[in-house]
C-alpha cells in the first residue's frame, strides 16, 4: 500500500494537521484499515476506492474509530487529487475544488451548536457558553488567551461522551475572527492540530454572533492553522492550503 502524507490546513510543512492518503482498487477490510491507521499514527488515515465514473469513495480513520466527517483529511485527499474531487462518504457527497492562491474550497454540512446546560462533571470555570452538534460539544471560554493556555482533563472529557469538546473564543488579532482547540479522546486524538468539521460547528457558531457570512479561524494547537469559513444554509464551504511531506510504502 502506498501513501501520501499531506499537511492540511497550512503552507509550511510540520504544521496544520497532517493525514496519511491512500488510493485503492477496492476497500481492504474494516480491520486491515484500522491496522494501516494505527500504524501510521496521525489523527486520520484517508482511504480512497476509485468509482467508475471518475469520482471517489472516501473513509476515514483515526487511530482507534471510523469517523462519520472528516474535514482535513479530505482536503487531504483533495490535495493528492491535484485540488478537486467528488468525494461519496458516510456524510453524503463532499465536494472539492481548487480556488485562489492554491486554496482548496470543500463544501461540507452544517453543524450549529444548540444550547445545553454546562456539565458540572467538567468542573470548568469561566464558561460563556456551552451547546452541542450532531456529534461535538462546543465550550466558549471569556477570551482567546484562556483558549490557547486551556489544561484539558481528557478523563473528564472522556465521561461526557462526545465525539470531541472544541474550546474557542473570538478571535484576538485583526483578520482571526475565532480562535479554537479540539480534544478528542473519545476518538483516539487527545488534541486535533486543526479539525475541518470542528470549523462546520464554530461557522454556525460566531458567524450570527458577528453578523458575518464568512469567516476565519485559528485553531490554536502546537502545529496551528487557518481555516476559512462561508456559511451557506445547511452547508458550508471550508477552505485551506496543504502541503506533501512525505510519501510512505507498506511492506506488510
Not at 509550511?12 to 491507521?37: H, Q, S, W, Y
Not at 473570538?170 to 468539521?197: K, L, Q, W, Y
Not at 485553531?219 to 469559513?229: F, L, N
Request: with cysteine; proline share 7%.
Amino acid at each position: 500500500m502506498e501513501l501520501t502524507v499531506v499537511d492540511a490546513f497550512t503552507a509550511e510543512p510540520f504544521a496544520g494537521n497532517p493525514a496519511a492518503v491512500t488510493i485503492l482498487d477496492a476497500f481492504p477490510t474494516d480491520i486491515r484499515m484500522r491496522a494501516v491507521a494505527r500504524e501510521m499514527n496521525l489523527s486520520e488515515t484517508a482511504f480512497m476506492v476509485r468509482r467508475a465514473d471518475g469520482e471517489h469513495d472516501l473513509r476515514w480513520f483515526t487511530p482507534s474509530v471510523e469517523v462519520e466527517l472528516c474535514g482535513h483529511a479530505t482536503l487531504a485527499s483533495a490535495h493528492v487529487l491535484g485540488g478537486s474531487g467528488r468525494f461519496h462518504t458516510r456524510s453524503g457527497l463532499l465536494v472539492c475544488r481548487s480556488v485562489d492562491d492554491h486554496w482548496i474550497e470543500m463544501d461540507l454540512p452544517a453543524d450549529p451548536p444548540t444550547e445545553a446546560p454546562l456539565p458540572p462533571t467538567l468542573g470548568l470555570t469561566g464558561v460563556r457558553w456551552y451547546g452541542l452538534g450532531r456529534e461535538d460539544a462546543l465550550i466558549e471560554l471569556n477570551d482567546a488567551a484562556s483558549v490557547r493556555s486551556f489544561q484539558p482533563d481528557l478523563p473528564k472529557i472522556v465521561a461526557l461522551g462526545t465525539r470531541a469538546v472544541i474550546v474557542t473564543a473570538a478571535g484576538d488579532r485583526p483578520g482571526i475572527d475565532c480562535v479554537s482547540r479540539v480534544f478528542g479522546p473519545n476518538a483516539g486524538i487527545p488534541e486535533d492540530p486543526v479539525s475541518g468539521s470542528a470549523h462546520c460547528t464554530l461557522a454556525g457558531f460566531w458567524g450570527p454572533r458577528l453578523g458575518l457570512e464568512a469567516l476565519i479561524g485559528e485553531q490554536a494547537s502546537d502545529r496551528g492553522g487557518i481555516v476559512r469559513m462561508r456559511r451557506n444554509g445547511t452547508r458550508v464551504a471550508i477552505s485551506g492550503q496543504a502541503v506533501t511531506t512525505a510519501h510512505v510504502h507498506l511492506m506488510a
